[in-house]
């Protein structure tokens, strides 16, 4: 399973996968080093709701599995990394085609392998805006991530 977290293949297999195929979610970058991603949304009649913006539950899963994946390839193989807690902060209507995206700087990736480096649990927090067009803010996500050497790699 070593080629599916190639950025490349990663990519295409996201845009495959049906919570992010139907919606109309598509990862247009990732980087080769998983430093970065951009995400877009496009607008579908089916994904709008009743007041014809982008529905919640789409904005809410662009930003789904992207800093977990993002770490488990800046990480490697040694970590456990998912989702733990996220909640969104809807600012003002989305309308059109949205973006978000996530950046994972090396001091972030080193400030983890420190706090894990002896075992213990680590949940870092990553603040992502959803923007539309116009690069104006149409909701702000937080999300706490879980990481954690697997038991094999942790010190006695």
């Not at 049906?18 to 951009?38: H, M, N, Q, T, W």
């Not at 496009?42 to 789904?64: E, H, L, V, Y």
């Not at 992207?66 to 390839?73: A, D, H, Q, S």
Request: hydrophobic letters at 40%; one cysteine or more; a positive charge.
């Amino acid at each position: 399973m070593k080629w599916a977290f190639n950025p490349a293949v990663m990519r295409h297999l996201l845009n495959f996968w049906p919570p992010f195929l139907f919606p109309g979610i598509k990862v247009a970058e990732l980087s080769i080093d998983y430093r970065y991603c951009r995400v877009e949304l496009k607008s579908r009649p089916w994904t709008r709701n009743i007041n014809n913006t982008q529905f919640g539950g789409s904005m809410f899963a662009m930003t789904d599995p992207i800093y977990p994946l993002m770490l488990m390839g800046a990480l490697g193989k040694e970590y456990l990394v998912w989702d733990k807690q996220a909640d969104i902060d809807f600012i003002k209507p989305g309308k059109g085609k949205l973006m978000a995206e996530f950046w994972l700087s090396d001091d972030t990736v080193e400030q983890i392998k420190a706090a894990t480096d002896s075992g213990d649990k680590h949940f870092p927090q990553f603040l992502i805006h959803i923007k539309d067009s116009q690069n104006q803010i149409v909701a702000e996500v937080n999300r706490t991530v879980y990481v954690r050497k697997k038991a094999k790699y942790r010190p006695d």
